[in-house]
């Protein structure tokens, strides 16, 4: 093979690598993890510029699902001064599947971590695959 070929093999692993395994964003959580971040700083946990994909698995909102994923990332980054809360705001926030949330996503960061992510109208929270989640008041601009 030559050394091009081994080049794109060596790529392509690397970037297939942080895709494989299974994730469990749905029963990992146990007691008292909705706030195991509380006063970590958002970028500490998850920093904005890591994010590779976000998997958009529910908007309520009347824009593009472009502009959602936008959406999602501009809270992200413009989060990453906030400190997450010492409880979730409401029991259950930081669940994938509430009827009140306006947006779910999982993200994919690039060194493979996987973190499920809620937002209503005044909170997004944050989970990651060990359980540990924690949820922060959106950044202004994301309210209104």
């Known amino acids: 093979?030559?050394?091009?070929?081994?080049?794109?093999?060596?790529?392509?692993?690397?970037?297939?690598?942080?895709?494989?395994?299974?994730?469990?964003?749905?029963?990992?959580?146990?007691?008292?993890?909705?706030?195991?971040?509380?006063?970590?700083?958002?970028?500490?946990?998850?920093?904005?510029?890591?994010?590779?994909?976000?998997?958009?698995?529910?908007?309520?909102?009347?824009?593009t699902a472009a502009h959602d994923l936008a959406g999602i990332r501009r809270i992200l980054r413009q989060a990453a001064e906030h400190t997450f809360l010492d409880q979730a705001?409401?029991?259950?926030?930081?669940?994938?599947?509430?009827?009140d949330s306006i947006w779910e996503a999982v993200l994919v960061v690039r060194d493979g971590a996987v973190f499920g992510f809620v937002a209503d109208g005044e909170h997004a929270c944050l989970r990651a695959a060990d359980g540990q989640g924690g949820c922060f008041t959106l950044p202004r601009a994301a309210q209104e």
């Open 89 to 99: 705001p409401r029991q259950g926030l930081l669940r994938l599947g509430r009827e």
């Open 1 to 63: 093979m030559s050394q091009a070929g081994l080049s794109w093999l060596m790529a392509l692993g690397t970037v297939l690598a942080p895709a494989s395994g299974d994730v469990d964003l749905a029963k990992s959580a146990g007691p008292g993890s909705d706030a195991h971040w509380a006063g970590r700083r958002v970028a500490d946990v998850l920093p904005a510029a890591e994010i590779e994909r976000v998997v958009l698995l529910k908007a309520l909102t009347s824009t």
